[in-house]
């Protein structure tokens, strides 16, 4: 499997950082909105960066939108099995 890289110095020691939308609500009364929120269980993935962890570049992954999608991780690995057979 060929991992992603970084695009200044090649290395492979990658942090990746999945940026999500998520939502809060609060409740209004008639006494006013409420200090605490509910944070929902749902996130909606965006986008994903790199930061290296040998020379600190950082990048959008292009064409990558959460974490799942990246060569290496188990959930990547898996599919491209089952698309093989």
């Known amino acids: 499997m060929k991992l992603r890289r970084c695009p200044r110095c090649r290395a492979v020691e990658v942090c990746w950082v999945e940026h999500c939308l ?3 609500t609060f409740d209004q009364t008639a006494s006013g909105i409420g200090e605490e929120g509910f944070h929902s269980n749902g996130a909606d993935p965006f986008a994903v960066y790199g930061h290296c962890q040998a020379c600190g570049h950082e990048w959008r992954a292009k064409g990558i939108l959460q974490i799942t999608d990246l060569p290496g991780h188990p ?11």
């Open 22 to 24: 998520a939502t809060t």
């Open 75 to 85: 959930d990547f690995t898996e599919r491209a099995r089952r698309n093989e057979s």
